[in-house]
């Protein structure tokens, strides 16, 4: 099944390590303002995302795949990955390019991921949890 993953608006949780902190909302309202989503604010989210991983060092399932039960996260890759329970980092890639493609001004791309600010928060953690906390990928359900 694969570690638990809890994606709060204050905090992120893996497992049953320390939370993560900040949470998707506030990283949205600190990274986004004025409820847009833009190419420097991913930049500036994917710091903050990266830094709360760096420091709370090993986290707990490394190598497996993290296991999310929340439909809002799953509806990110409803039009990239359609009815897929698994999604592997290709994949979530995908969908984390097609919102900086957004954040860039393709319209095409904003129809292939939700691009409002709590989604795209989701989306940063999720890609930088698989990265840097070195997961195999997402089961969603």
Same mark, same amino acid.
């Given at each position: 099944m694969g570690t638990p993953l809890r994606l709060e608006p204050r905090a992120t949780r893996v497992g049953d390590a #320390?939370? %993560? *902190?900040? !949470?998707?909302? $506030?990283l949205a309202a600190h990274n986004f303002p004025g409820g847009r $989503?833009?190419? %420097? =604010?991913? /930049?500036r989210a994917i710091e903050h995302v990266e830094e709360a991983i760096m420091a709370a060092g090993? %986290?707990? =399932? +490394?190598?497996?795949p993290l296991a999310l039960q929340d439909m809002a996260v799953a509806s990110l890759?409803?039009?990239? +990955? #359609?009815? &897929?329970? *698994? %999604?592997?980092?290709? *994949? $979530? /890639?995908?969908a984390f390019s097609a919102l900086a493609d957004h954040a860039q001004g393709s319209a095409v791309? !904003?129809? &292939? $991921?939700? *691009?409002d600010i709590a989604s795209a928060a989701r989306l940063v953690w999720l890609r930088e949890l698989l990265h840097h906390g070195r997961y195999s990928g997402l089961s969603l359900g």
């Open positions: #320390p939370a %993560l *902190t900040p !949470g998707y909302a $506030v $989503v833009t190419a %420097l =604010g991913i /930049e090993p %986290l707990p =399932g +490394a190598g497996g890759f409803d039009a990239i +990955a #359609p009815g &897929q329970a *698994t %999604l592997d980092l290709d *994949t $979530v /890639e995908r791309a !904003g129809r &292939q $991921v939700p *691009t």
